[in-house]
C-alpha cells in the first residue's frame, strides 16, 4: 500500500508511520515539522507541507492508495479551524487524484460519541478546555461524512503511550458505553487493519479497552 498519513510527526500518526513501515507499506510521512519524525527508512518519503495550504495538498496527495489524518493541537479558547480546513483540503485534494479511501481520527465527544466519556470528561474537561477544538472537530466530520470518499472515522477513547495489547473494543452501538483508556500504539493497528481489511466504512467505531 502507498499510504499518507497527515500529522506524522506525533502521536497516534507517528504510531501509524512506524507499524505501516513495519508492514512494508510506503509511506508519506507529511507534518509541519518531519524533523520530528525522527525514521529513515527505504520505504519513507518525509513531506513538509501545512494542511491549510491546498496547493501543497493538491501537490502531495497523488499516486497514494489512502489517507489517514490524525492532526491534534494543544488545548486553546480560541476559534478552531484546522481540523475542518484542512480536512476539506485534504478531502478536495483527493477528489482531484481519485483517491477514495480516507480514515480520520477525531476523538470521544463527537457525533454521537459525545456524553460517553464519563462525568469529569463530559461535563468539565471536554465543554470547558476543548471546547473550541471539539467544535471544530464536528465541523470535521461533518465534511467527511459529506464527501464521497470510503472513510471511517476513528474516535479513541482516552490515549495513553503504552504498547499495542491487541485487546481493543471496537464500539459502534455505543448504547451503555463509557470510554476507557486505549494506547496510541492499538489506535494505529487498528487503522492498519482497517485499511488492510476494511469493515467499518461510513462508520465512526469507538475504541477502547
Not at 476543548?130 to 479513541?156: A, H, M
Amino acid at each position: 500500500m502507498r499510504l499518507l498519513v497527515i500529522g506524522a510527526s506525533r502521536g497516534i500518526g507517528l504510531q501509524v508511520v512506524h507499524k505501516a513501515l513495519d508492514q512494508g507499506h510506503q509511506v508519506t510521512a507529511c507534518a509541519r515539522a518531519v524533523t520530528e519524525i525522527g525514521i529513515s527508512h527505504p520505504y519513507l518519503h518525509r513531506q513538509r507541507a501545512d494542511v491549510l495550504d491546498f496547493f501543497a495538498l493538491q501537490r502531495i496527495v497523488p499516486g497514494h492508495d489512502a489517507v489517514v489524518i490524525s492532526l491534534g493541537i494543544l488545548p486553546t479558547f480560541d476559534k478552531v479551524r484546522l481540523f475542518s480546513e484542512g480536512t476539506r483540503n485534504l478531502i478536495d485534494a483527493m477528489h482531484a487524484a481519485h483517491i477514495k479511501r480516507l480514515i480520520v481520527v477525531t476523538g470521544i465527544g463527537t457525533g454521537d460519541s459525545r456524553g460517553h466519556g464519563g462525568f469529569f470528561y463530559d461535563k468539565l474537561f471536554q465543554p470547558f478546555v476543548l471546547r473550541t477544538i471539539y467544535k471544530d472537530k464536528e465541523r470535521q466530520e461533518g465534511l467527511v461524512r459529506k464527501s464521497n470518499l470510503d472513510w471511517t472515522i476513528v474516535r479513541p477513547g482516552f490515549l495513553t503511550n503504552g504498547d499495542a495489547t491487541h485487546n481493543v473494543q471496537v464500539h459502534t452501538d455505543l448504547q451503555g458505553v463509557v470510554a476507557g483508556k486505549v494506547s496510541r500504539a492499538d489506535v494505529a493497528e487498528f487503522i492498519l487493519h482497517e485499511l488492510d481489511q476494511p469493515r467499518y466504512q461510513q462508520k465512526t467505531p469507538l475504541l477502547s479497552y
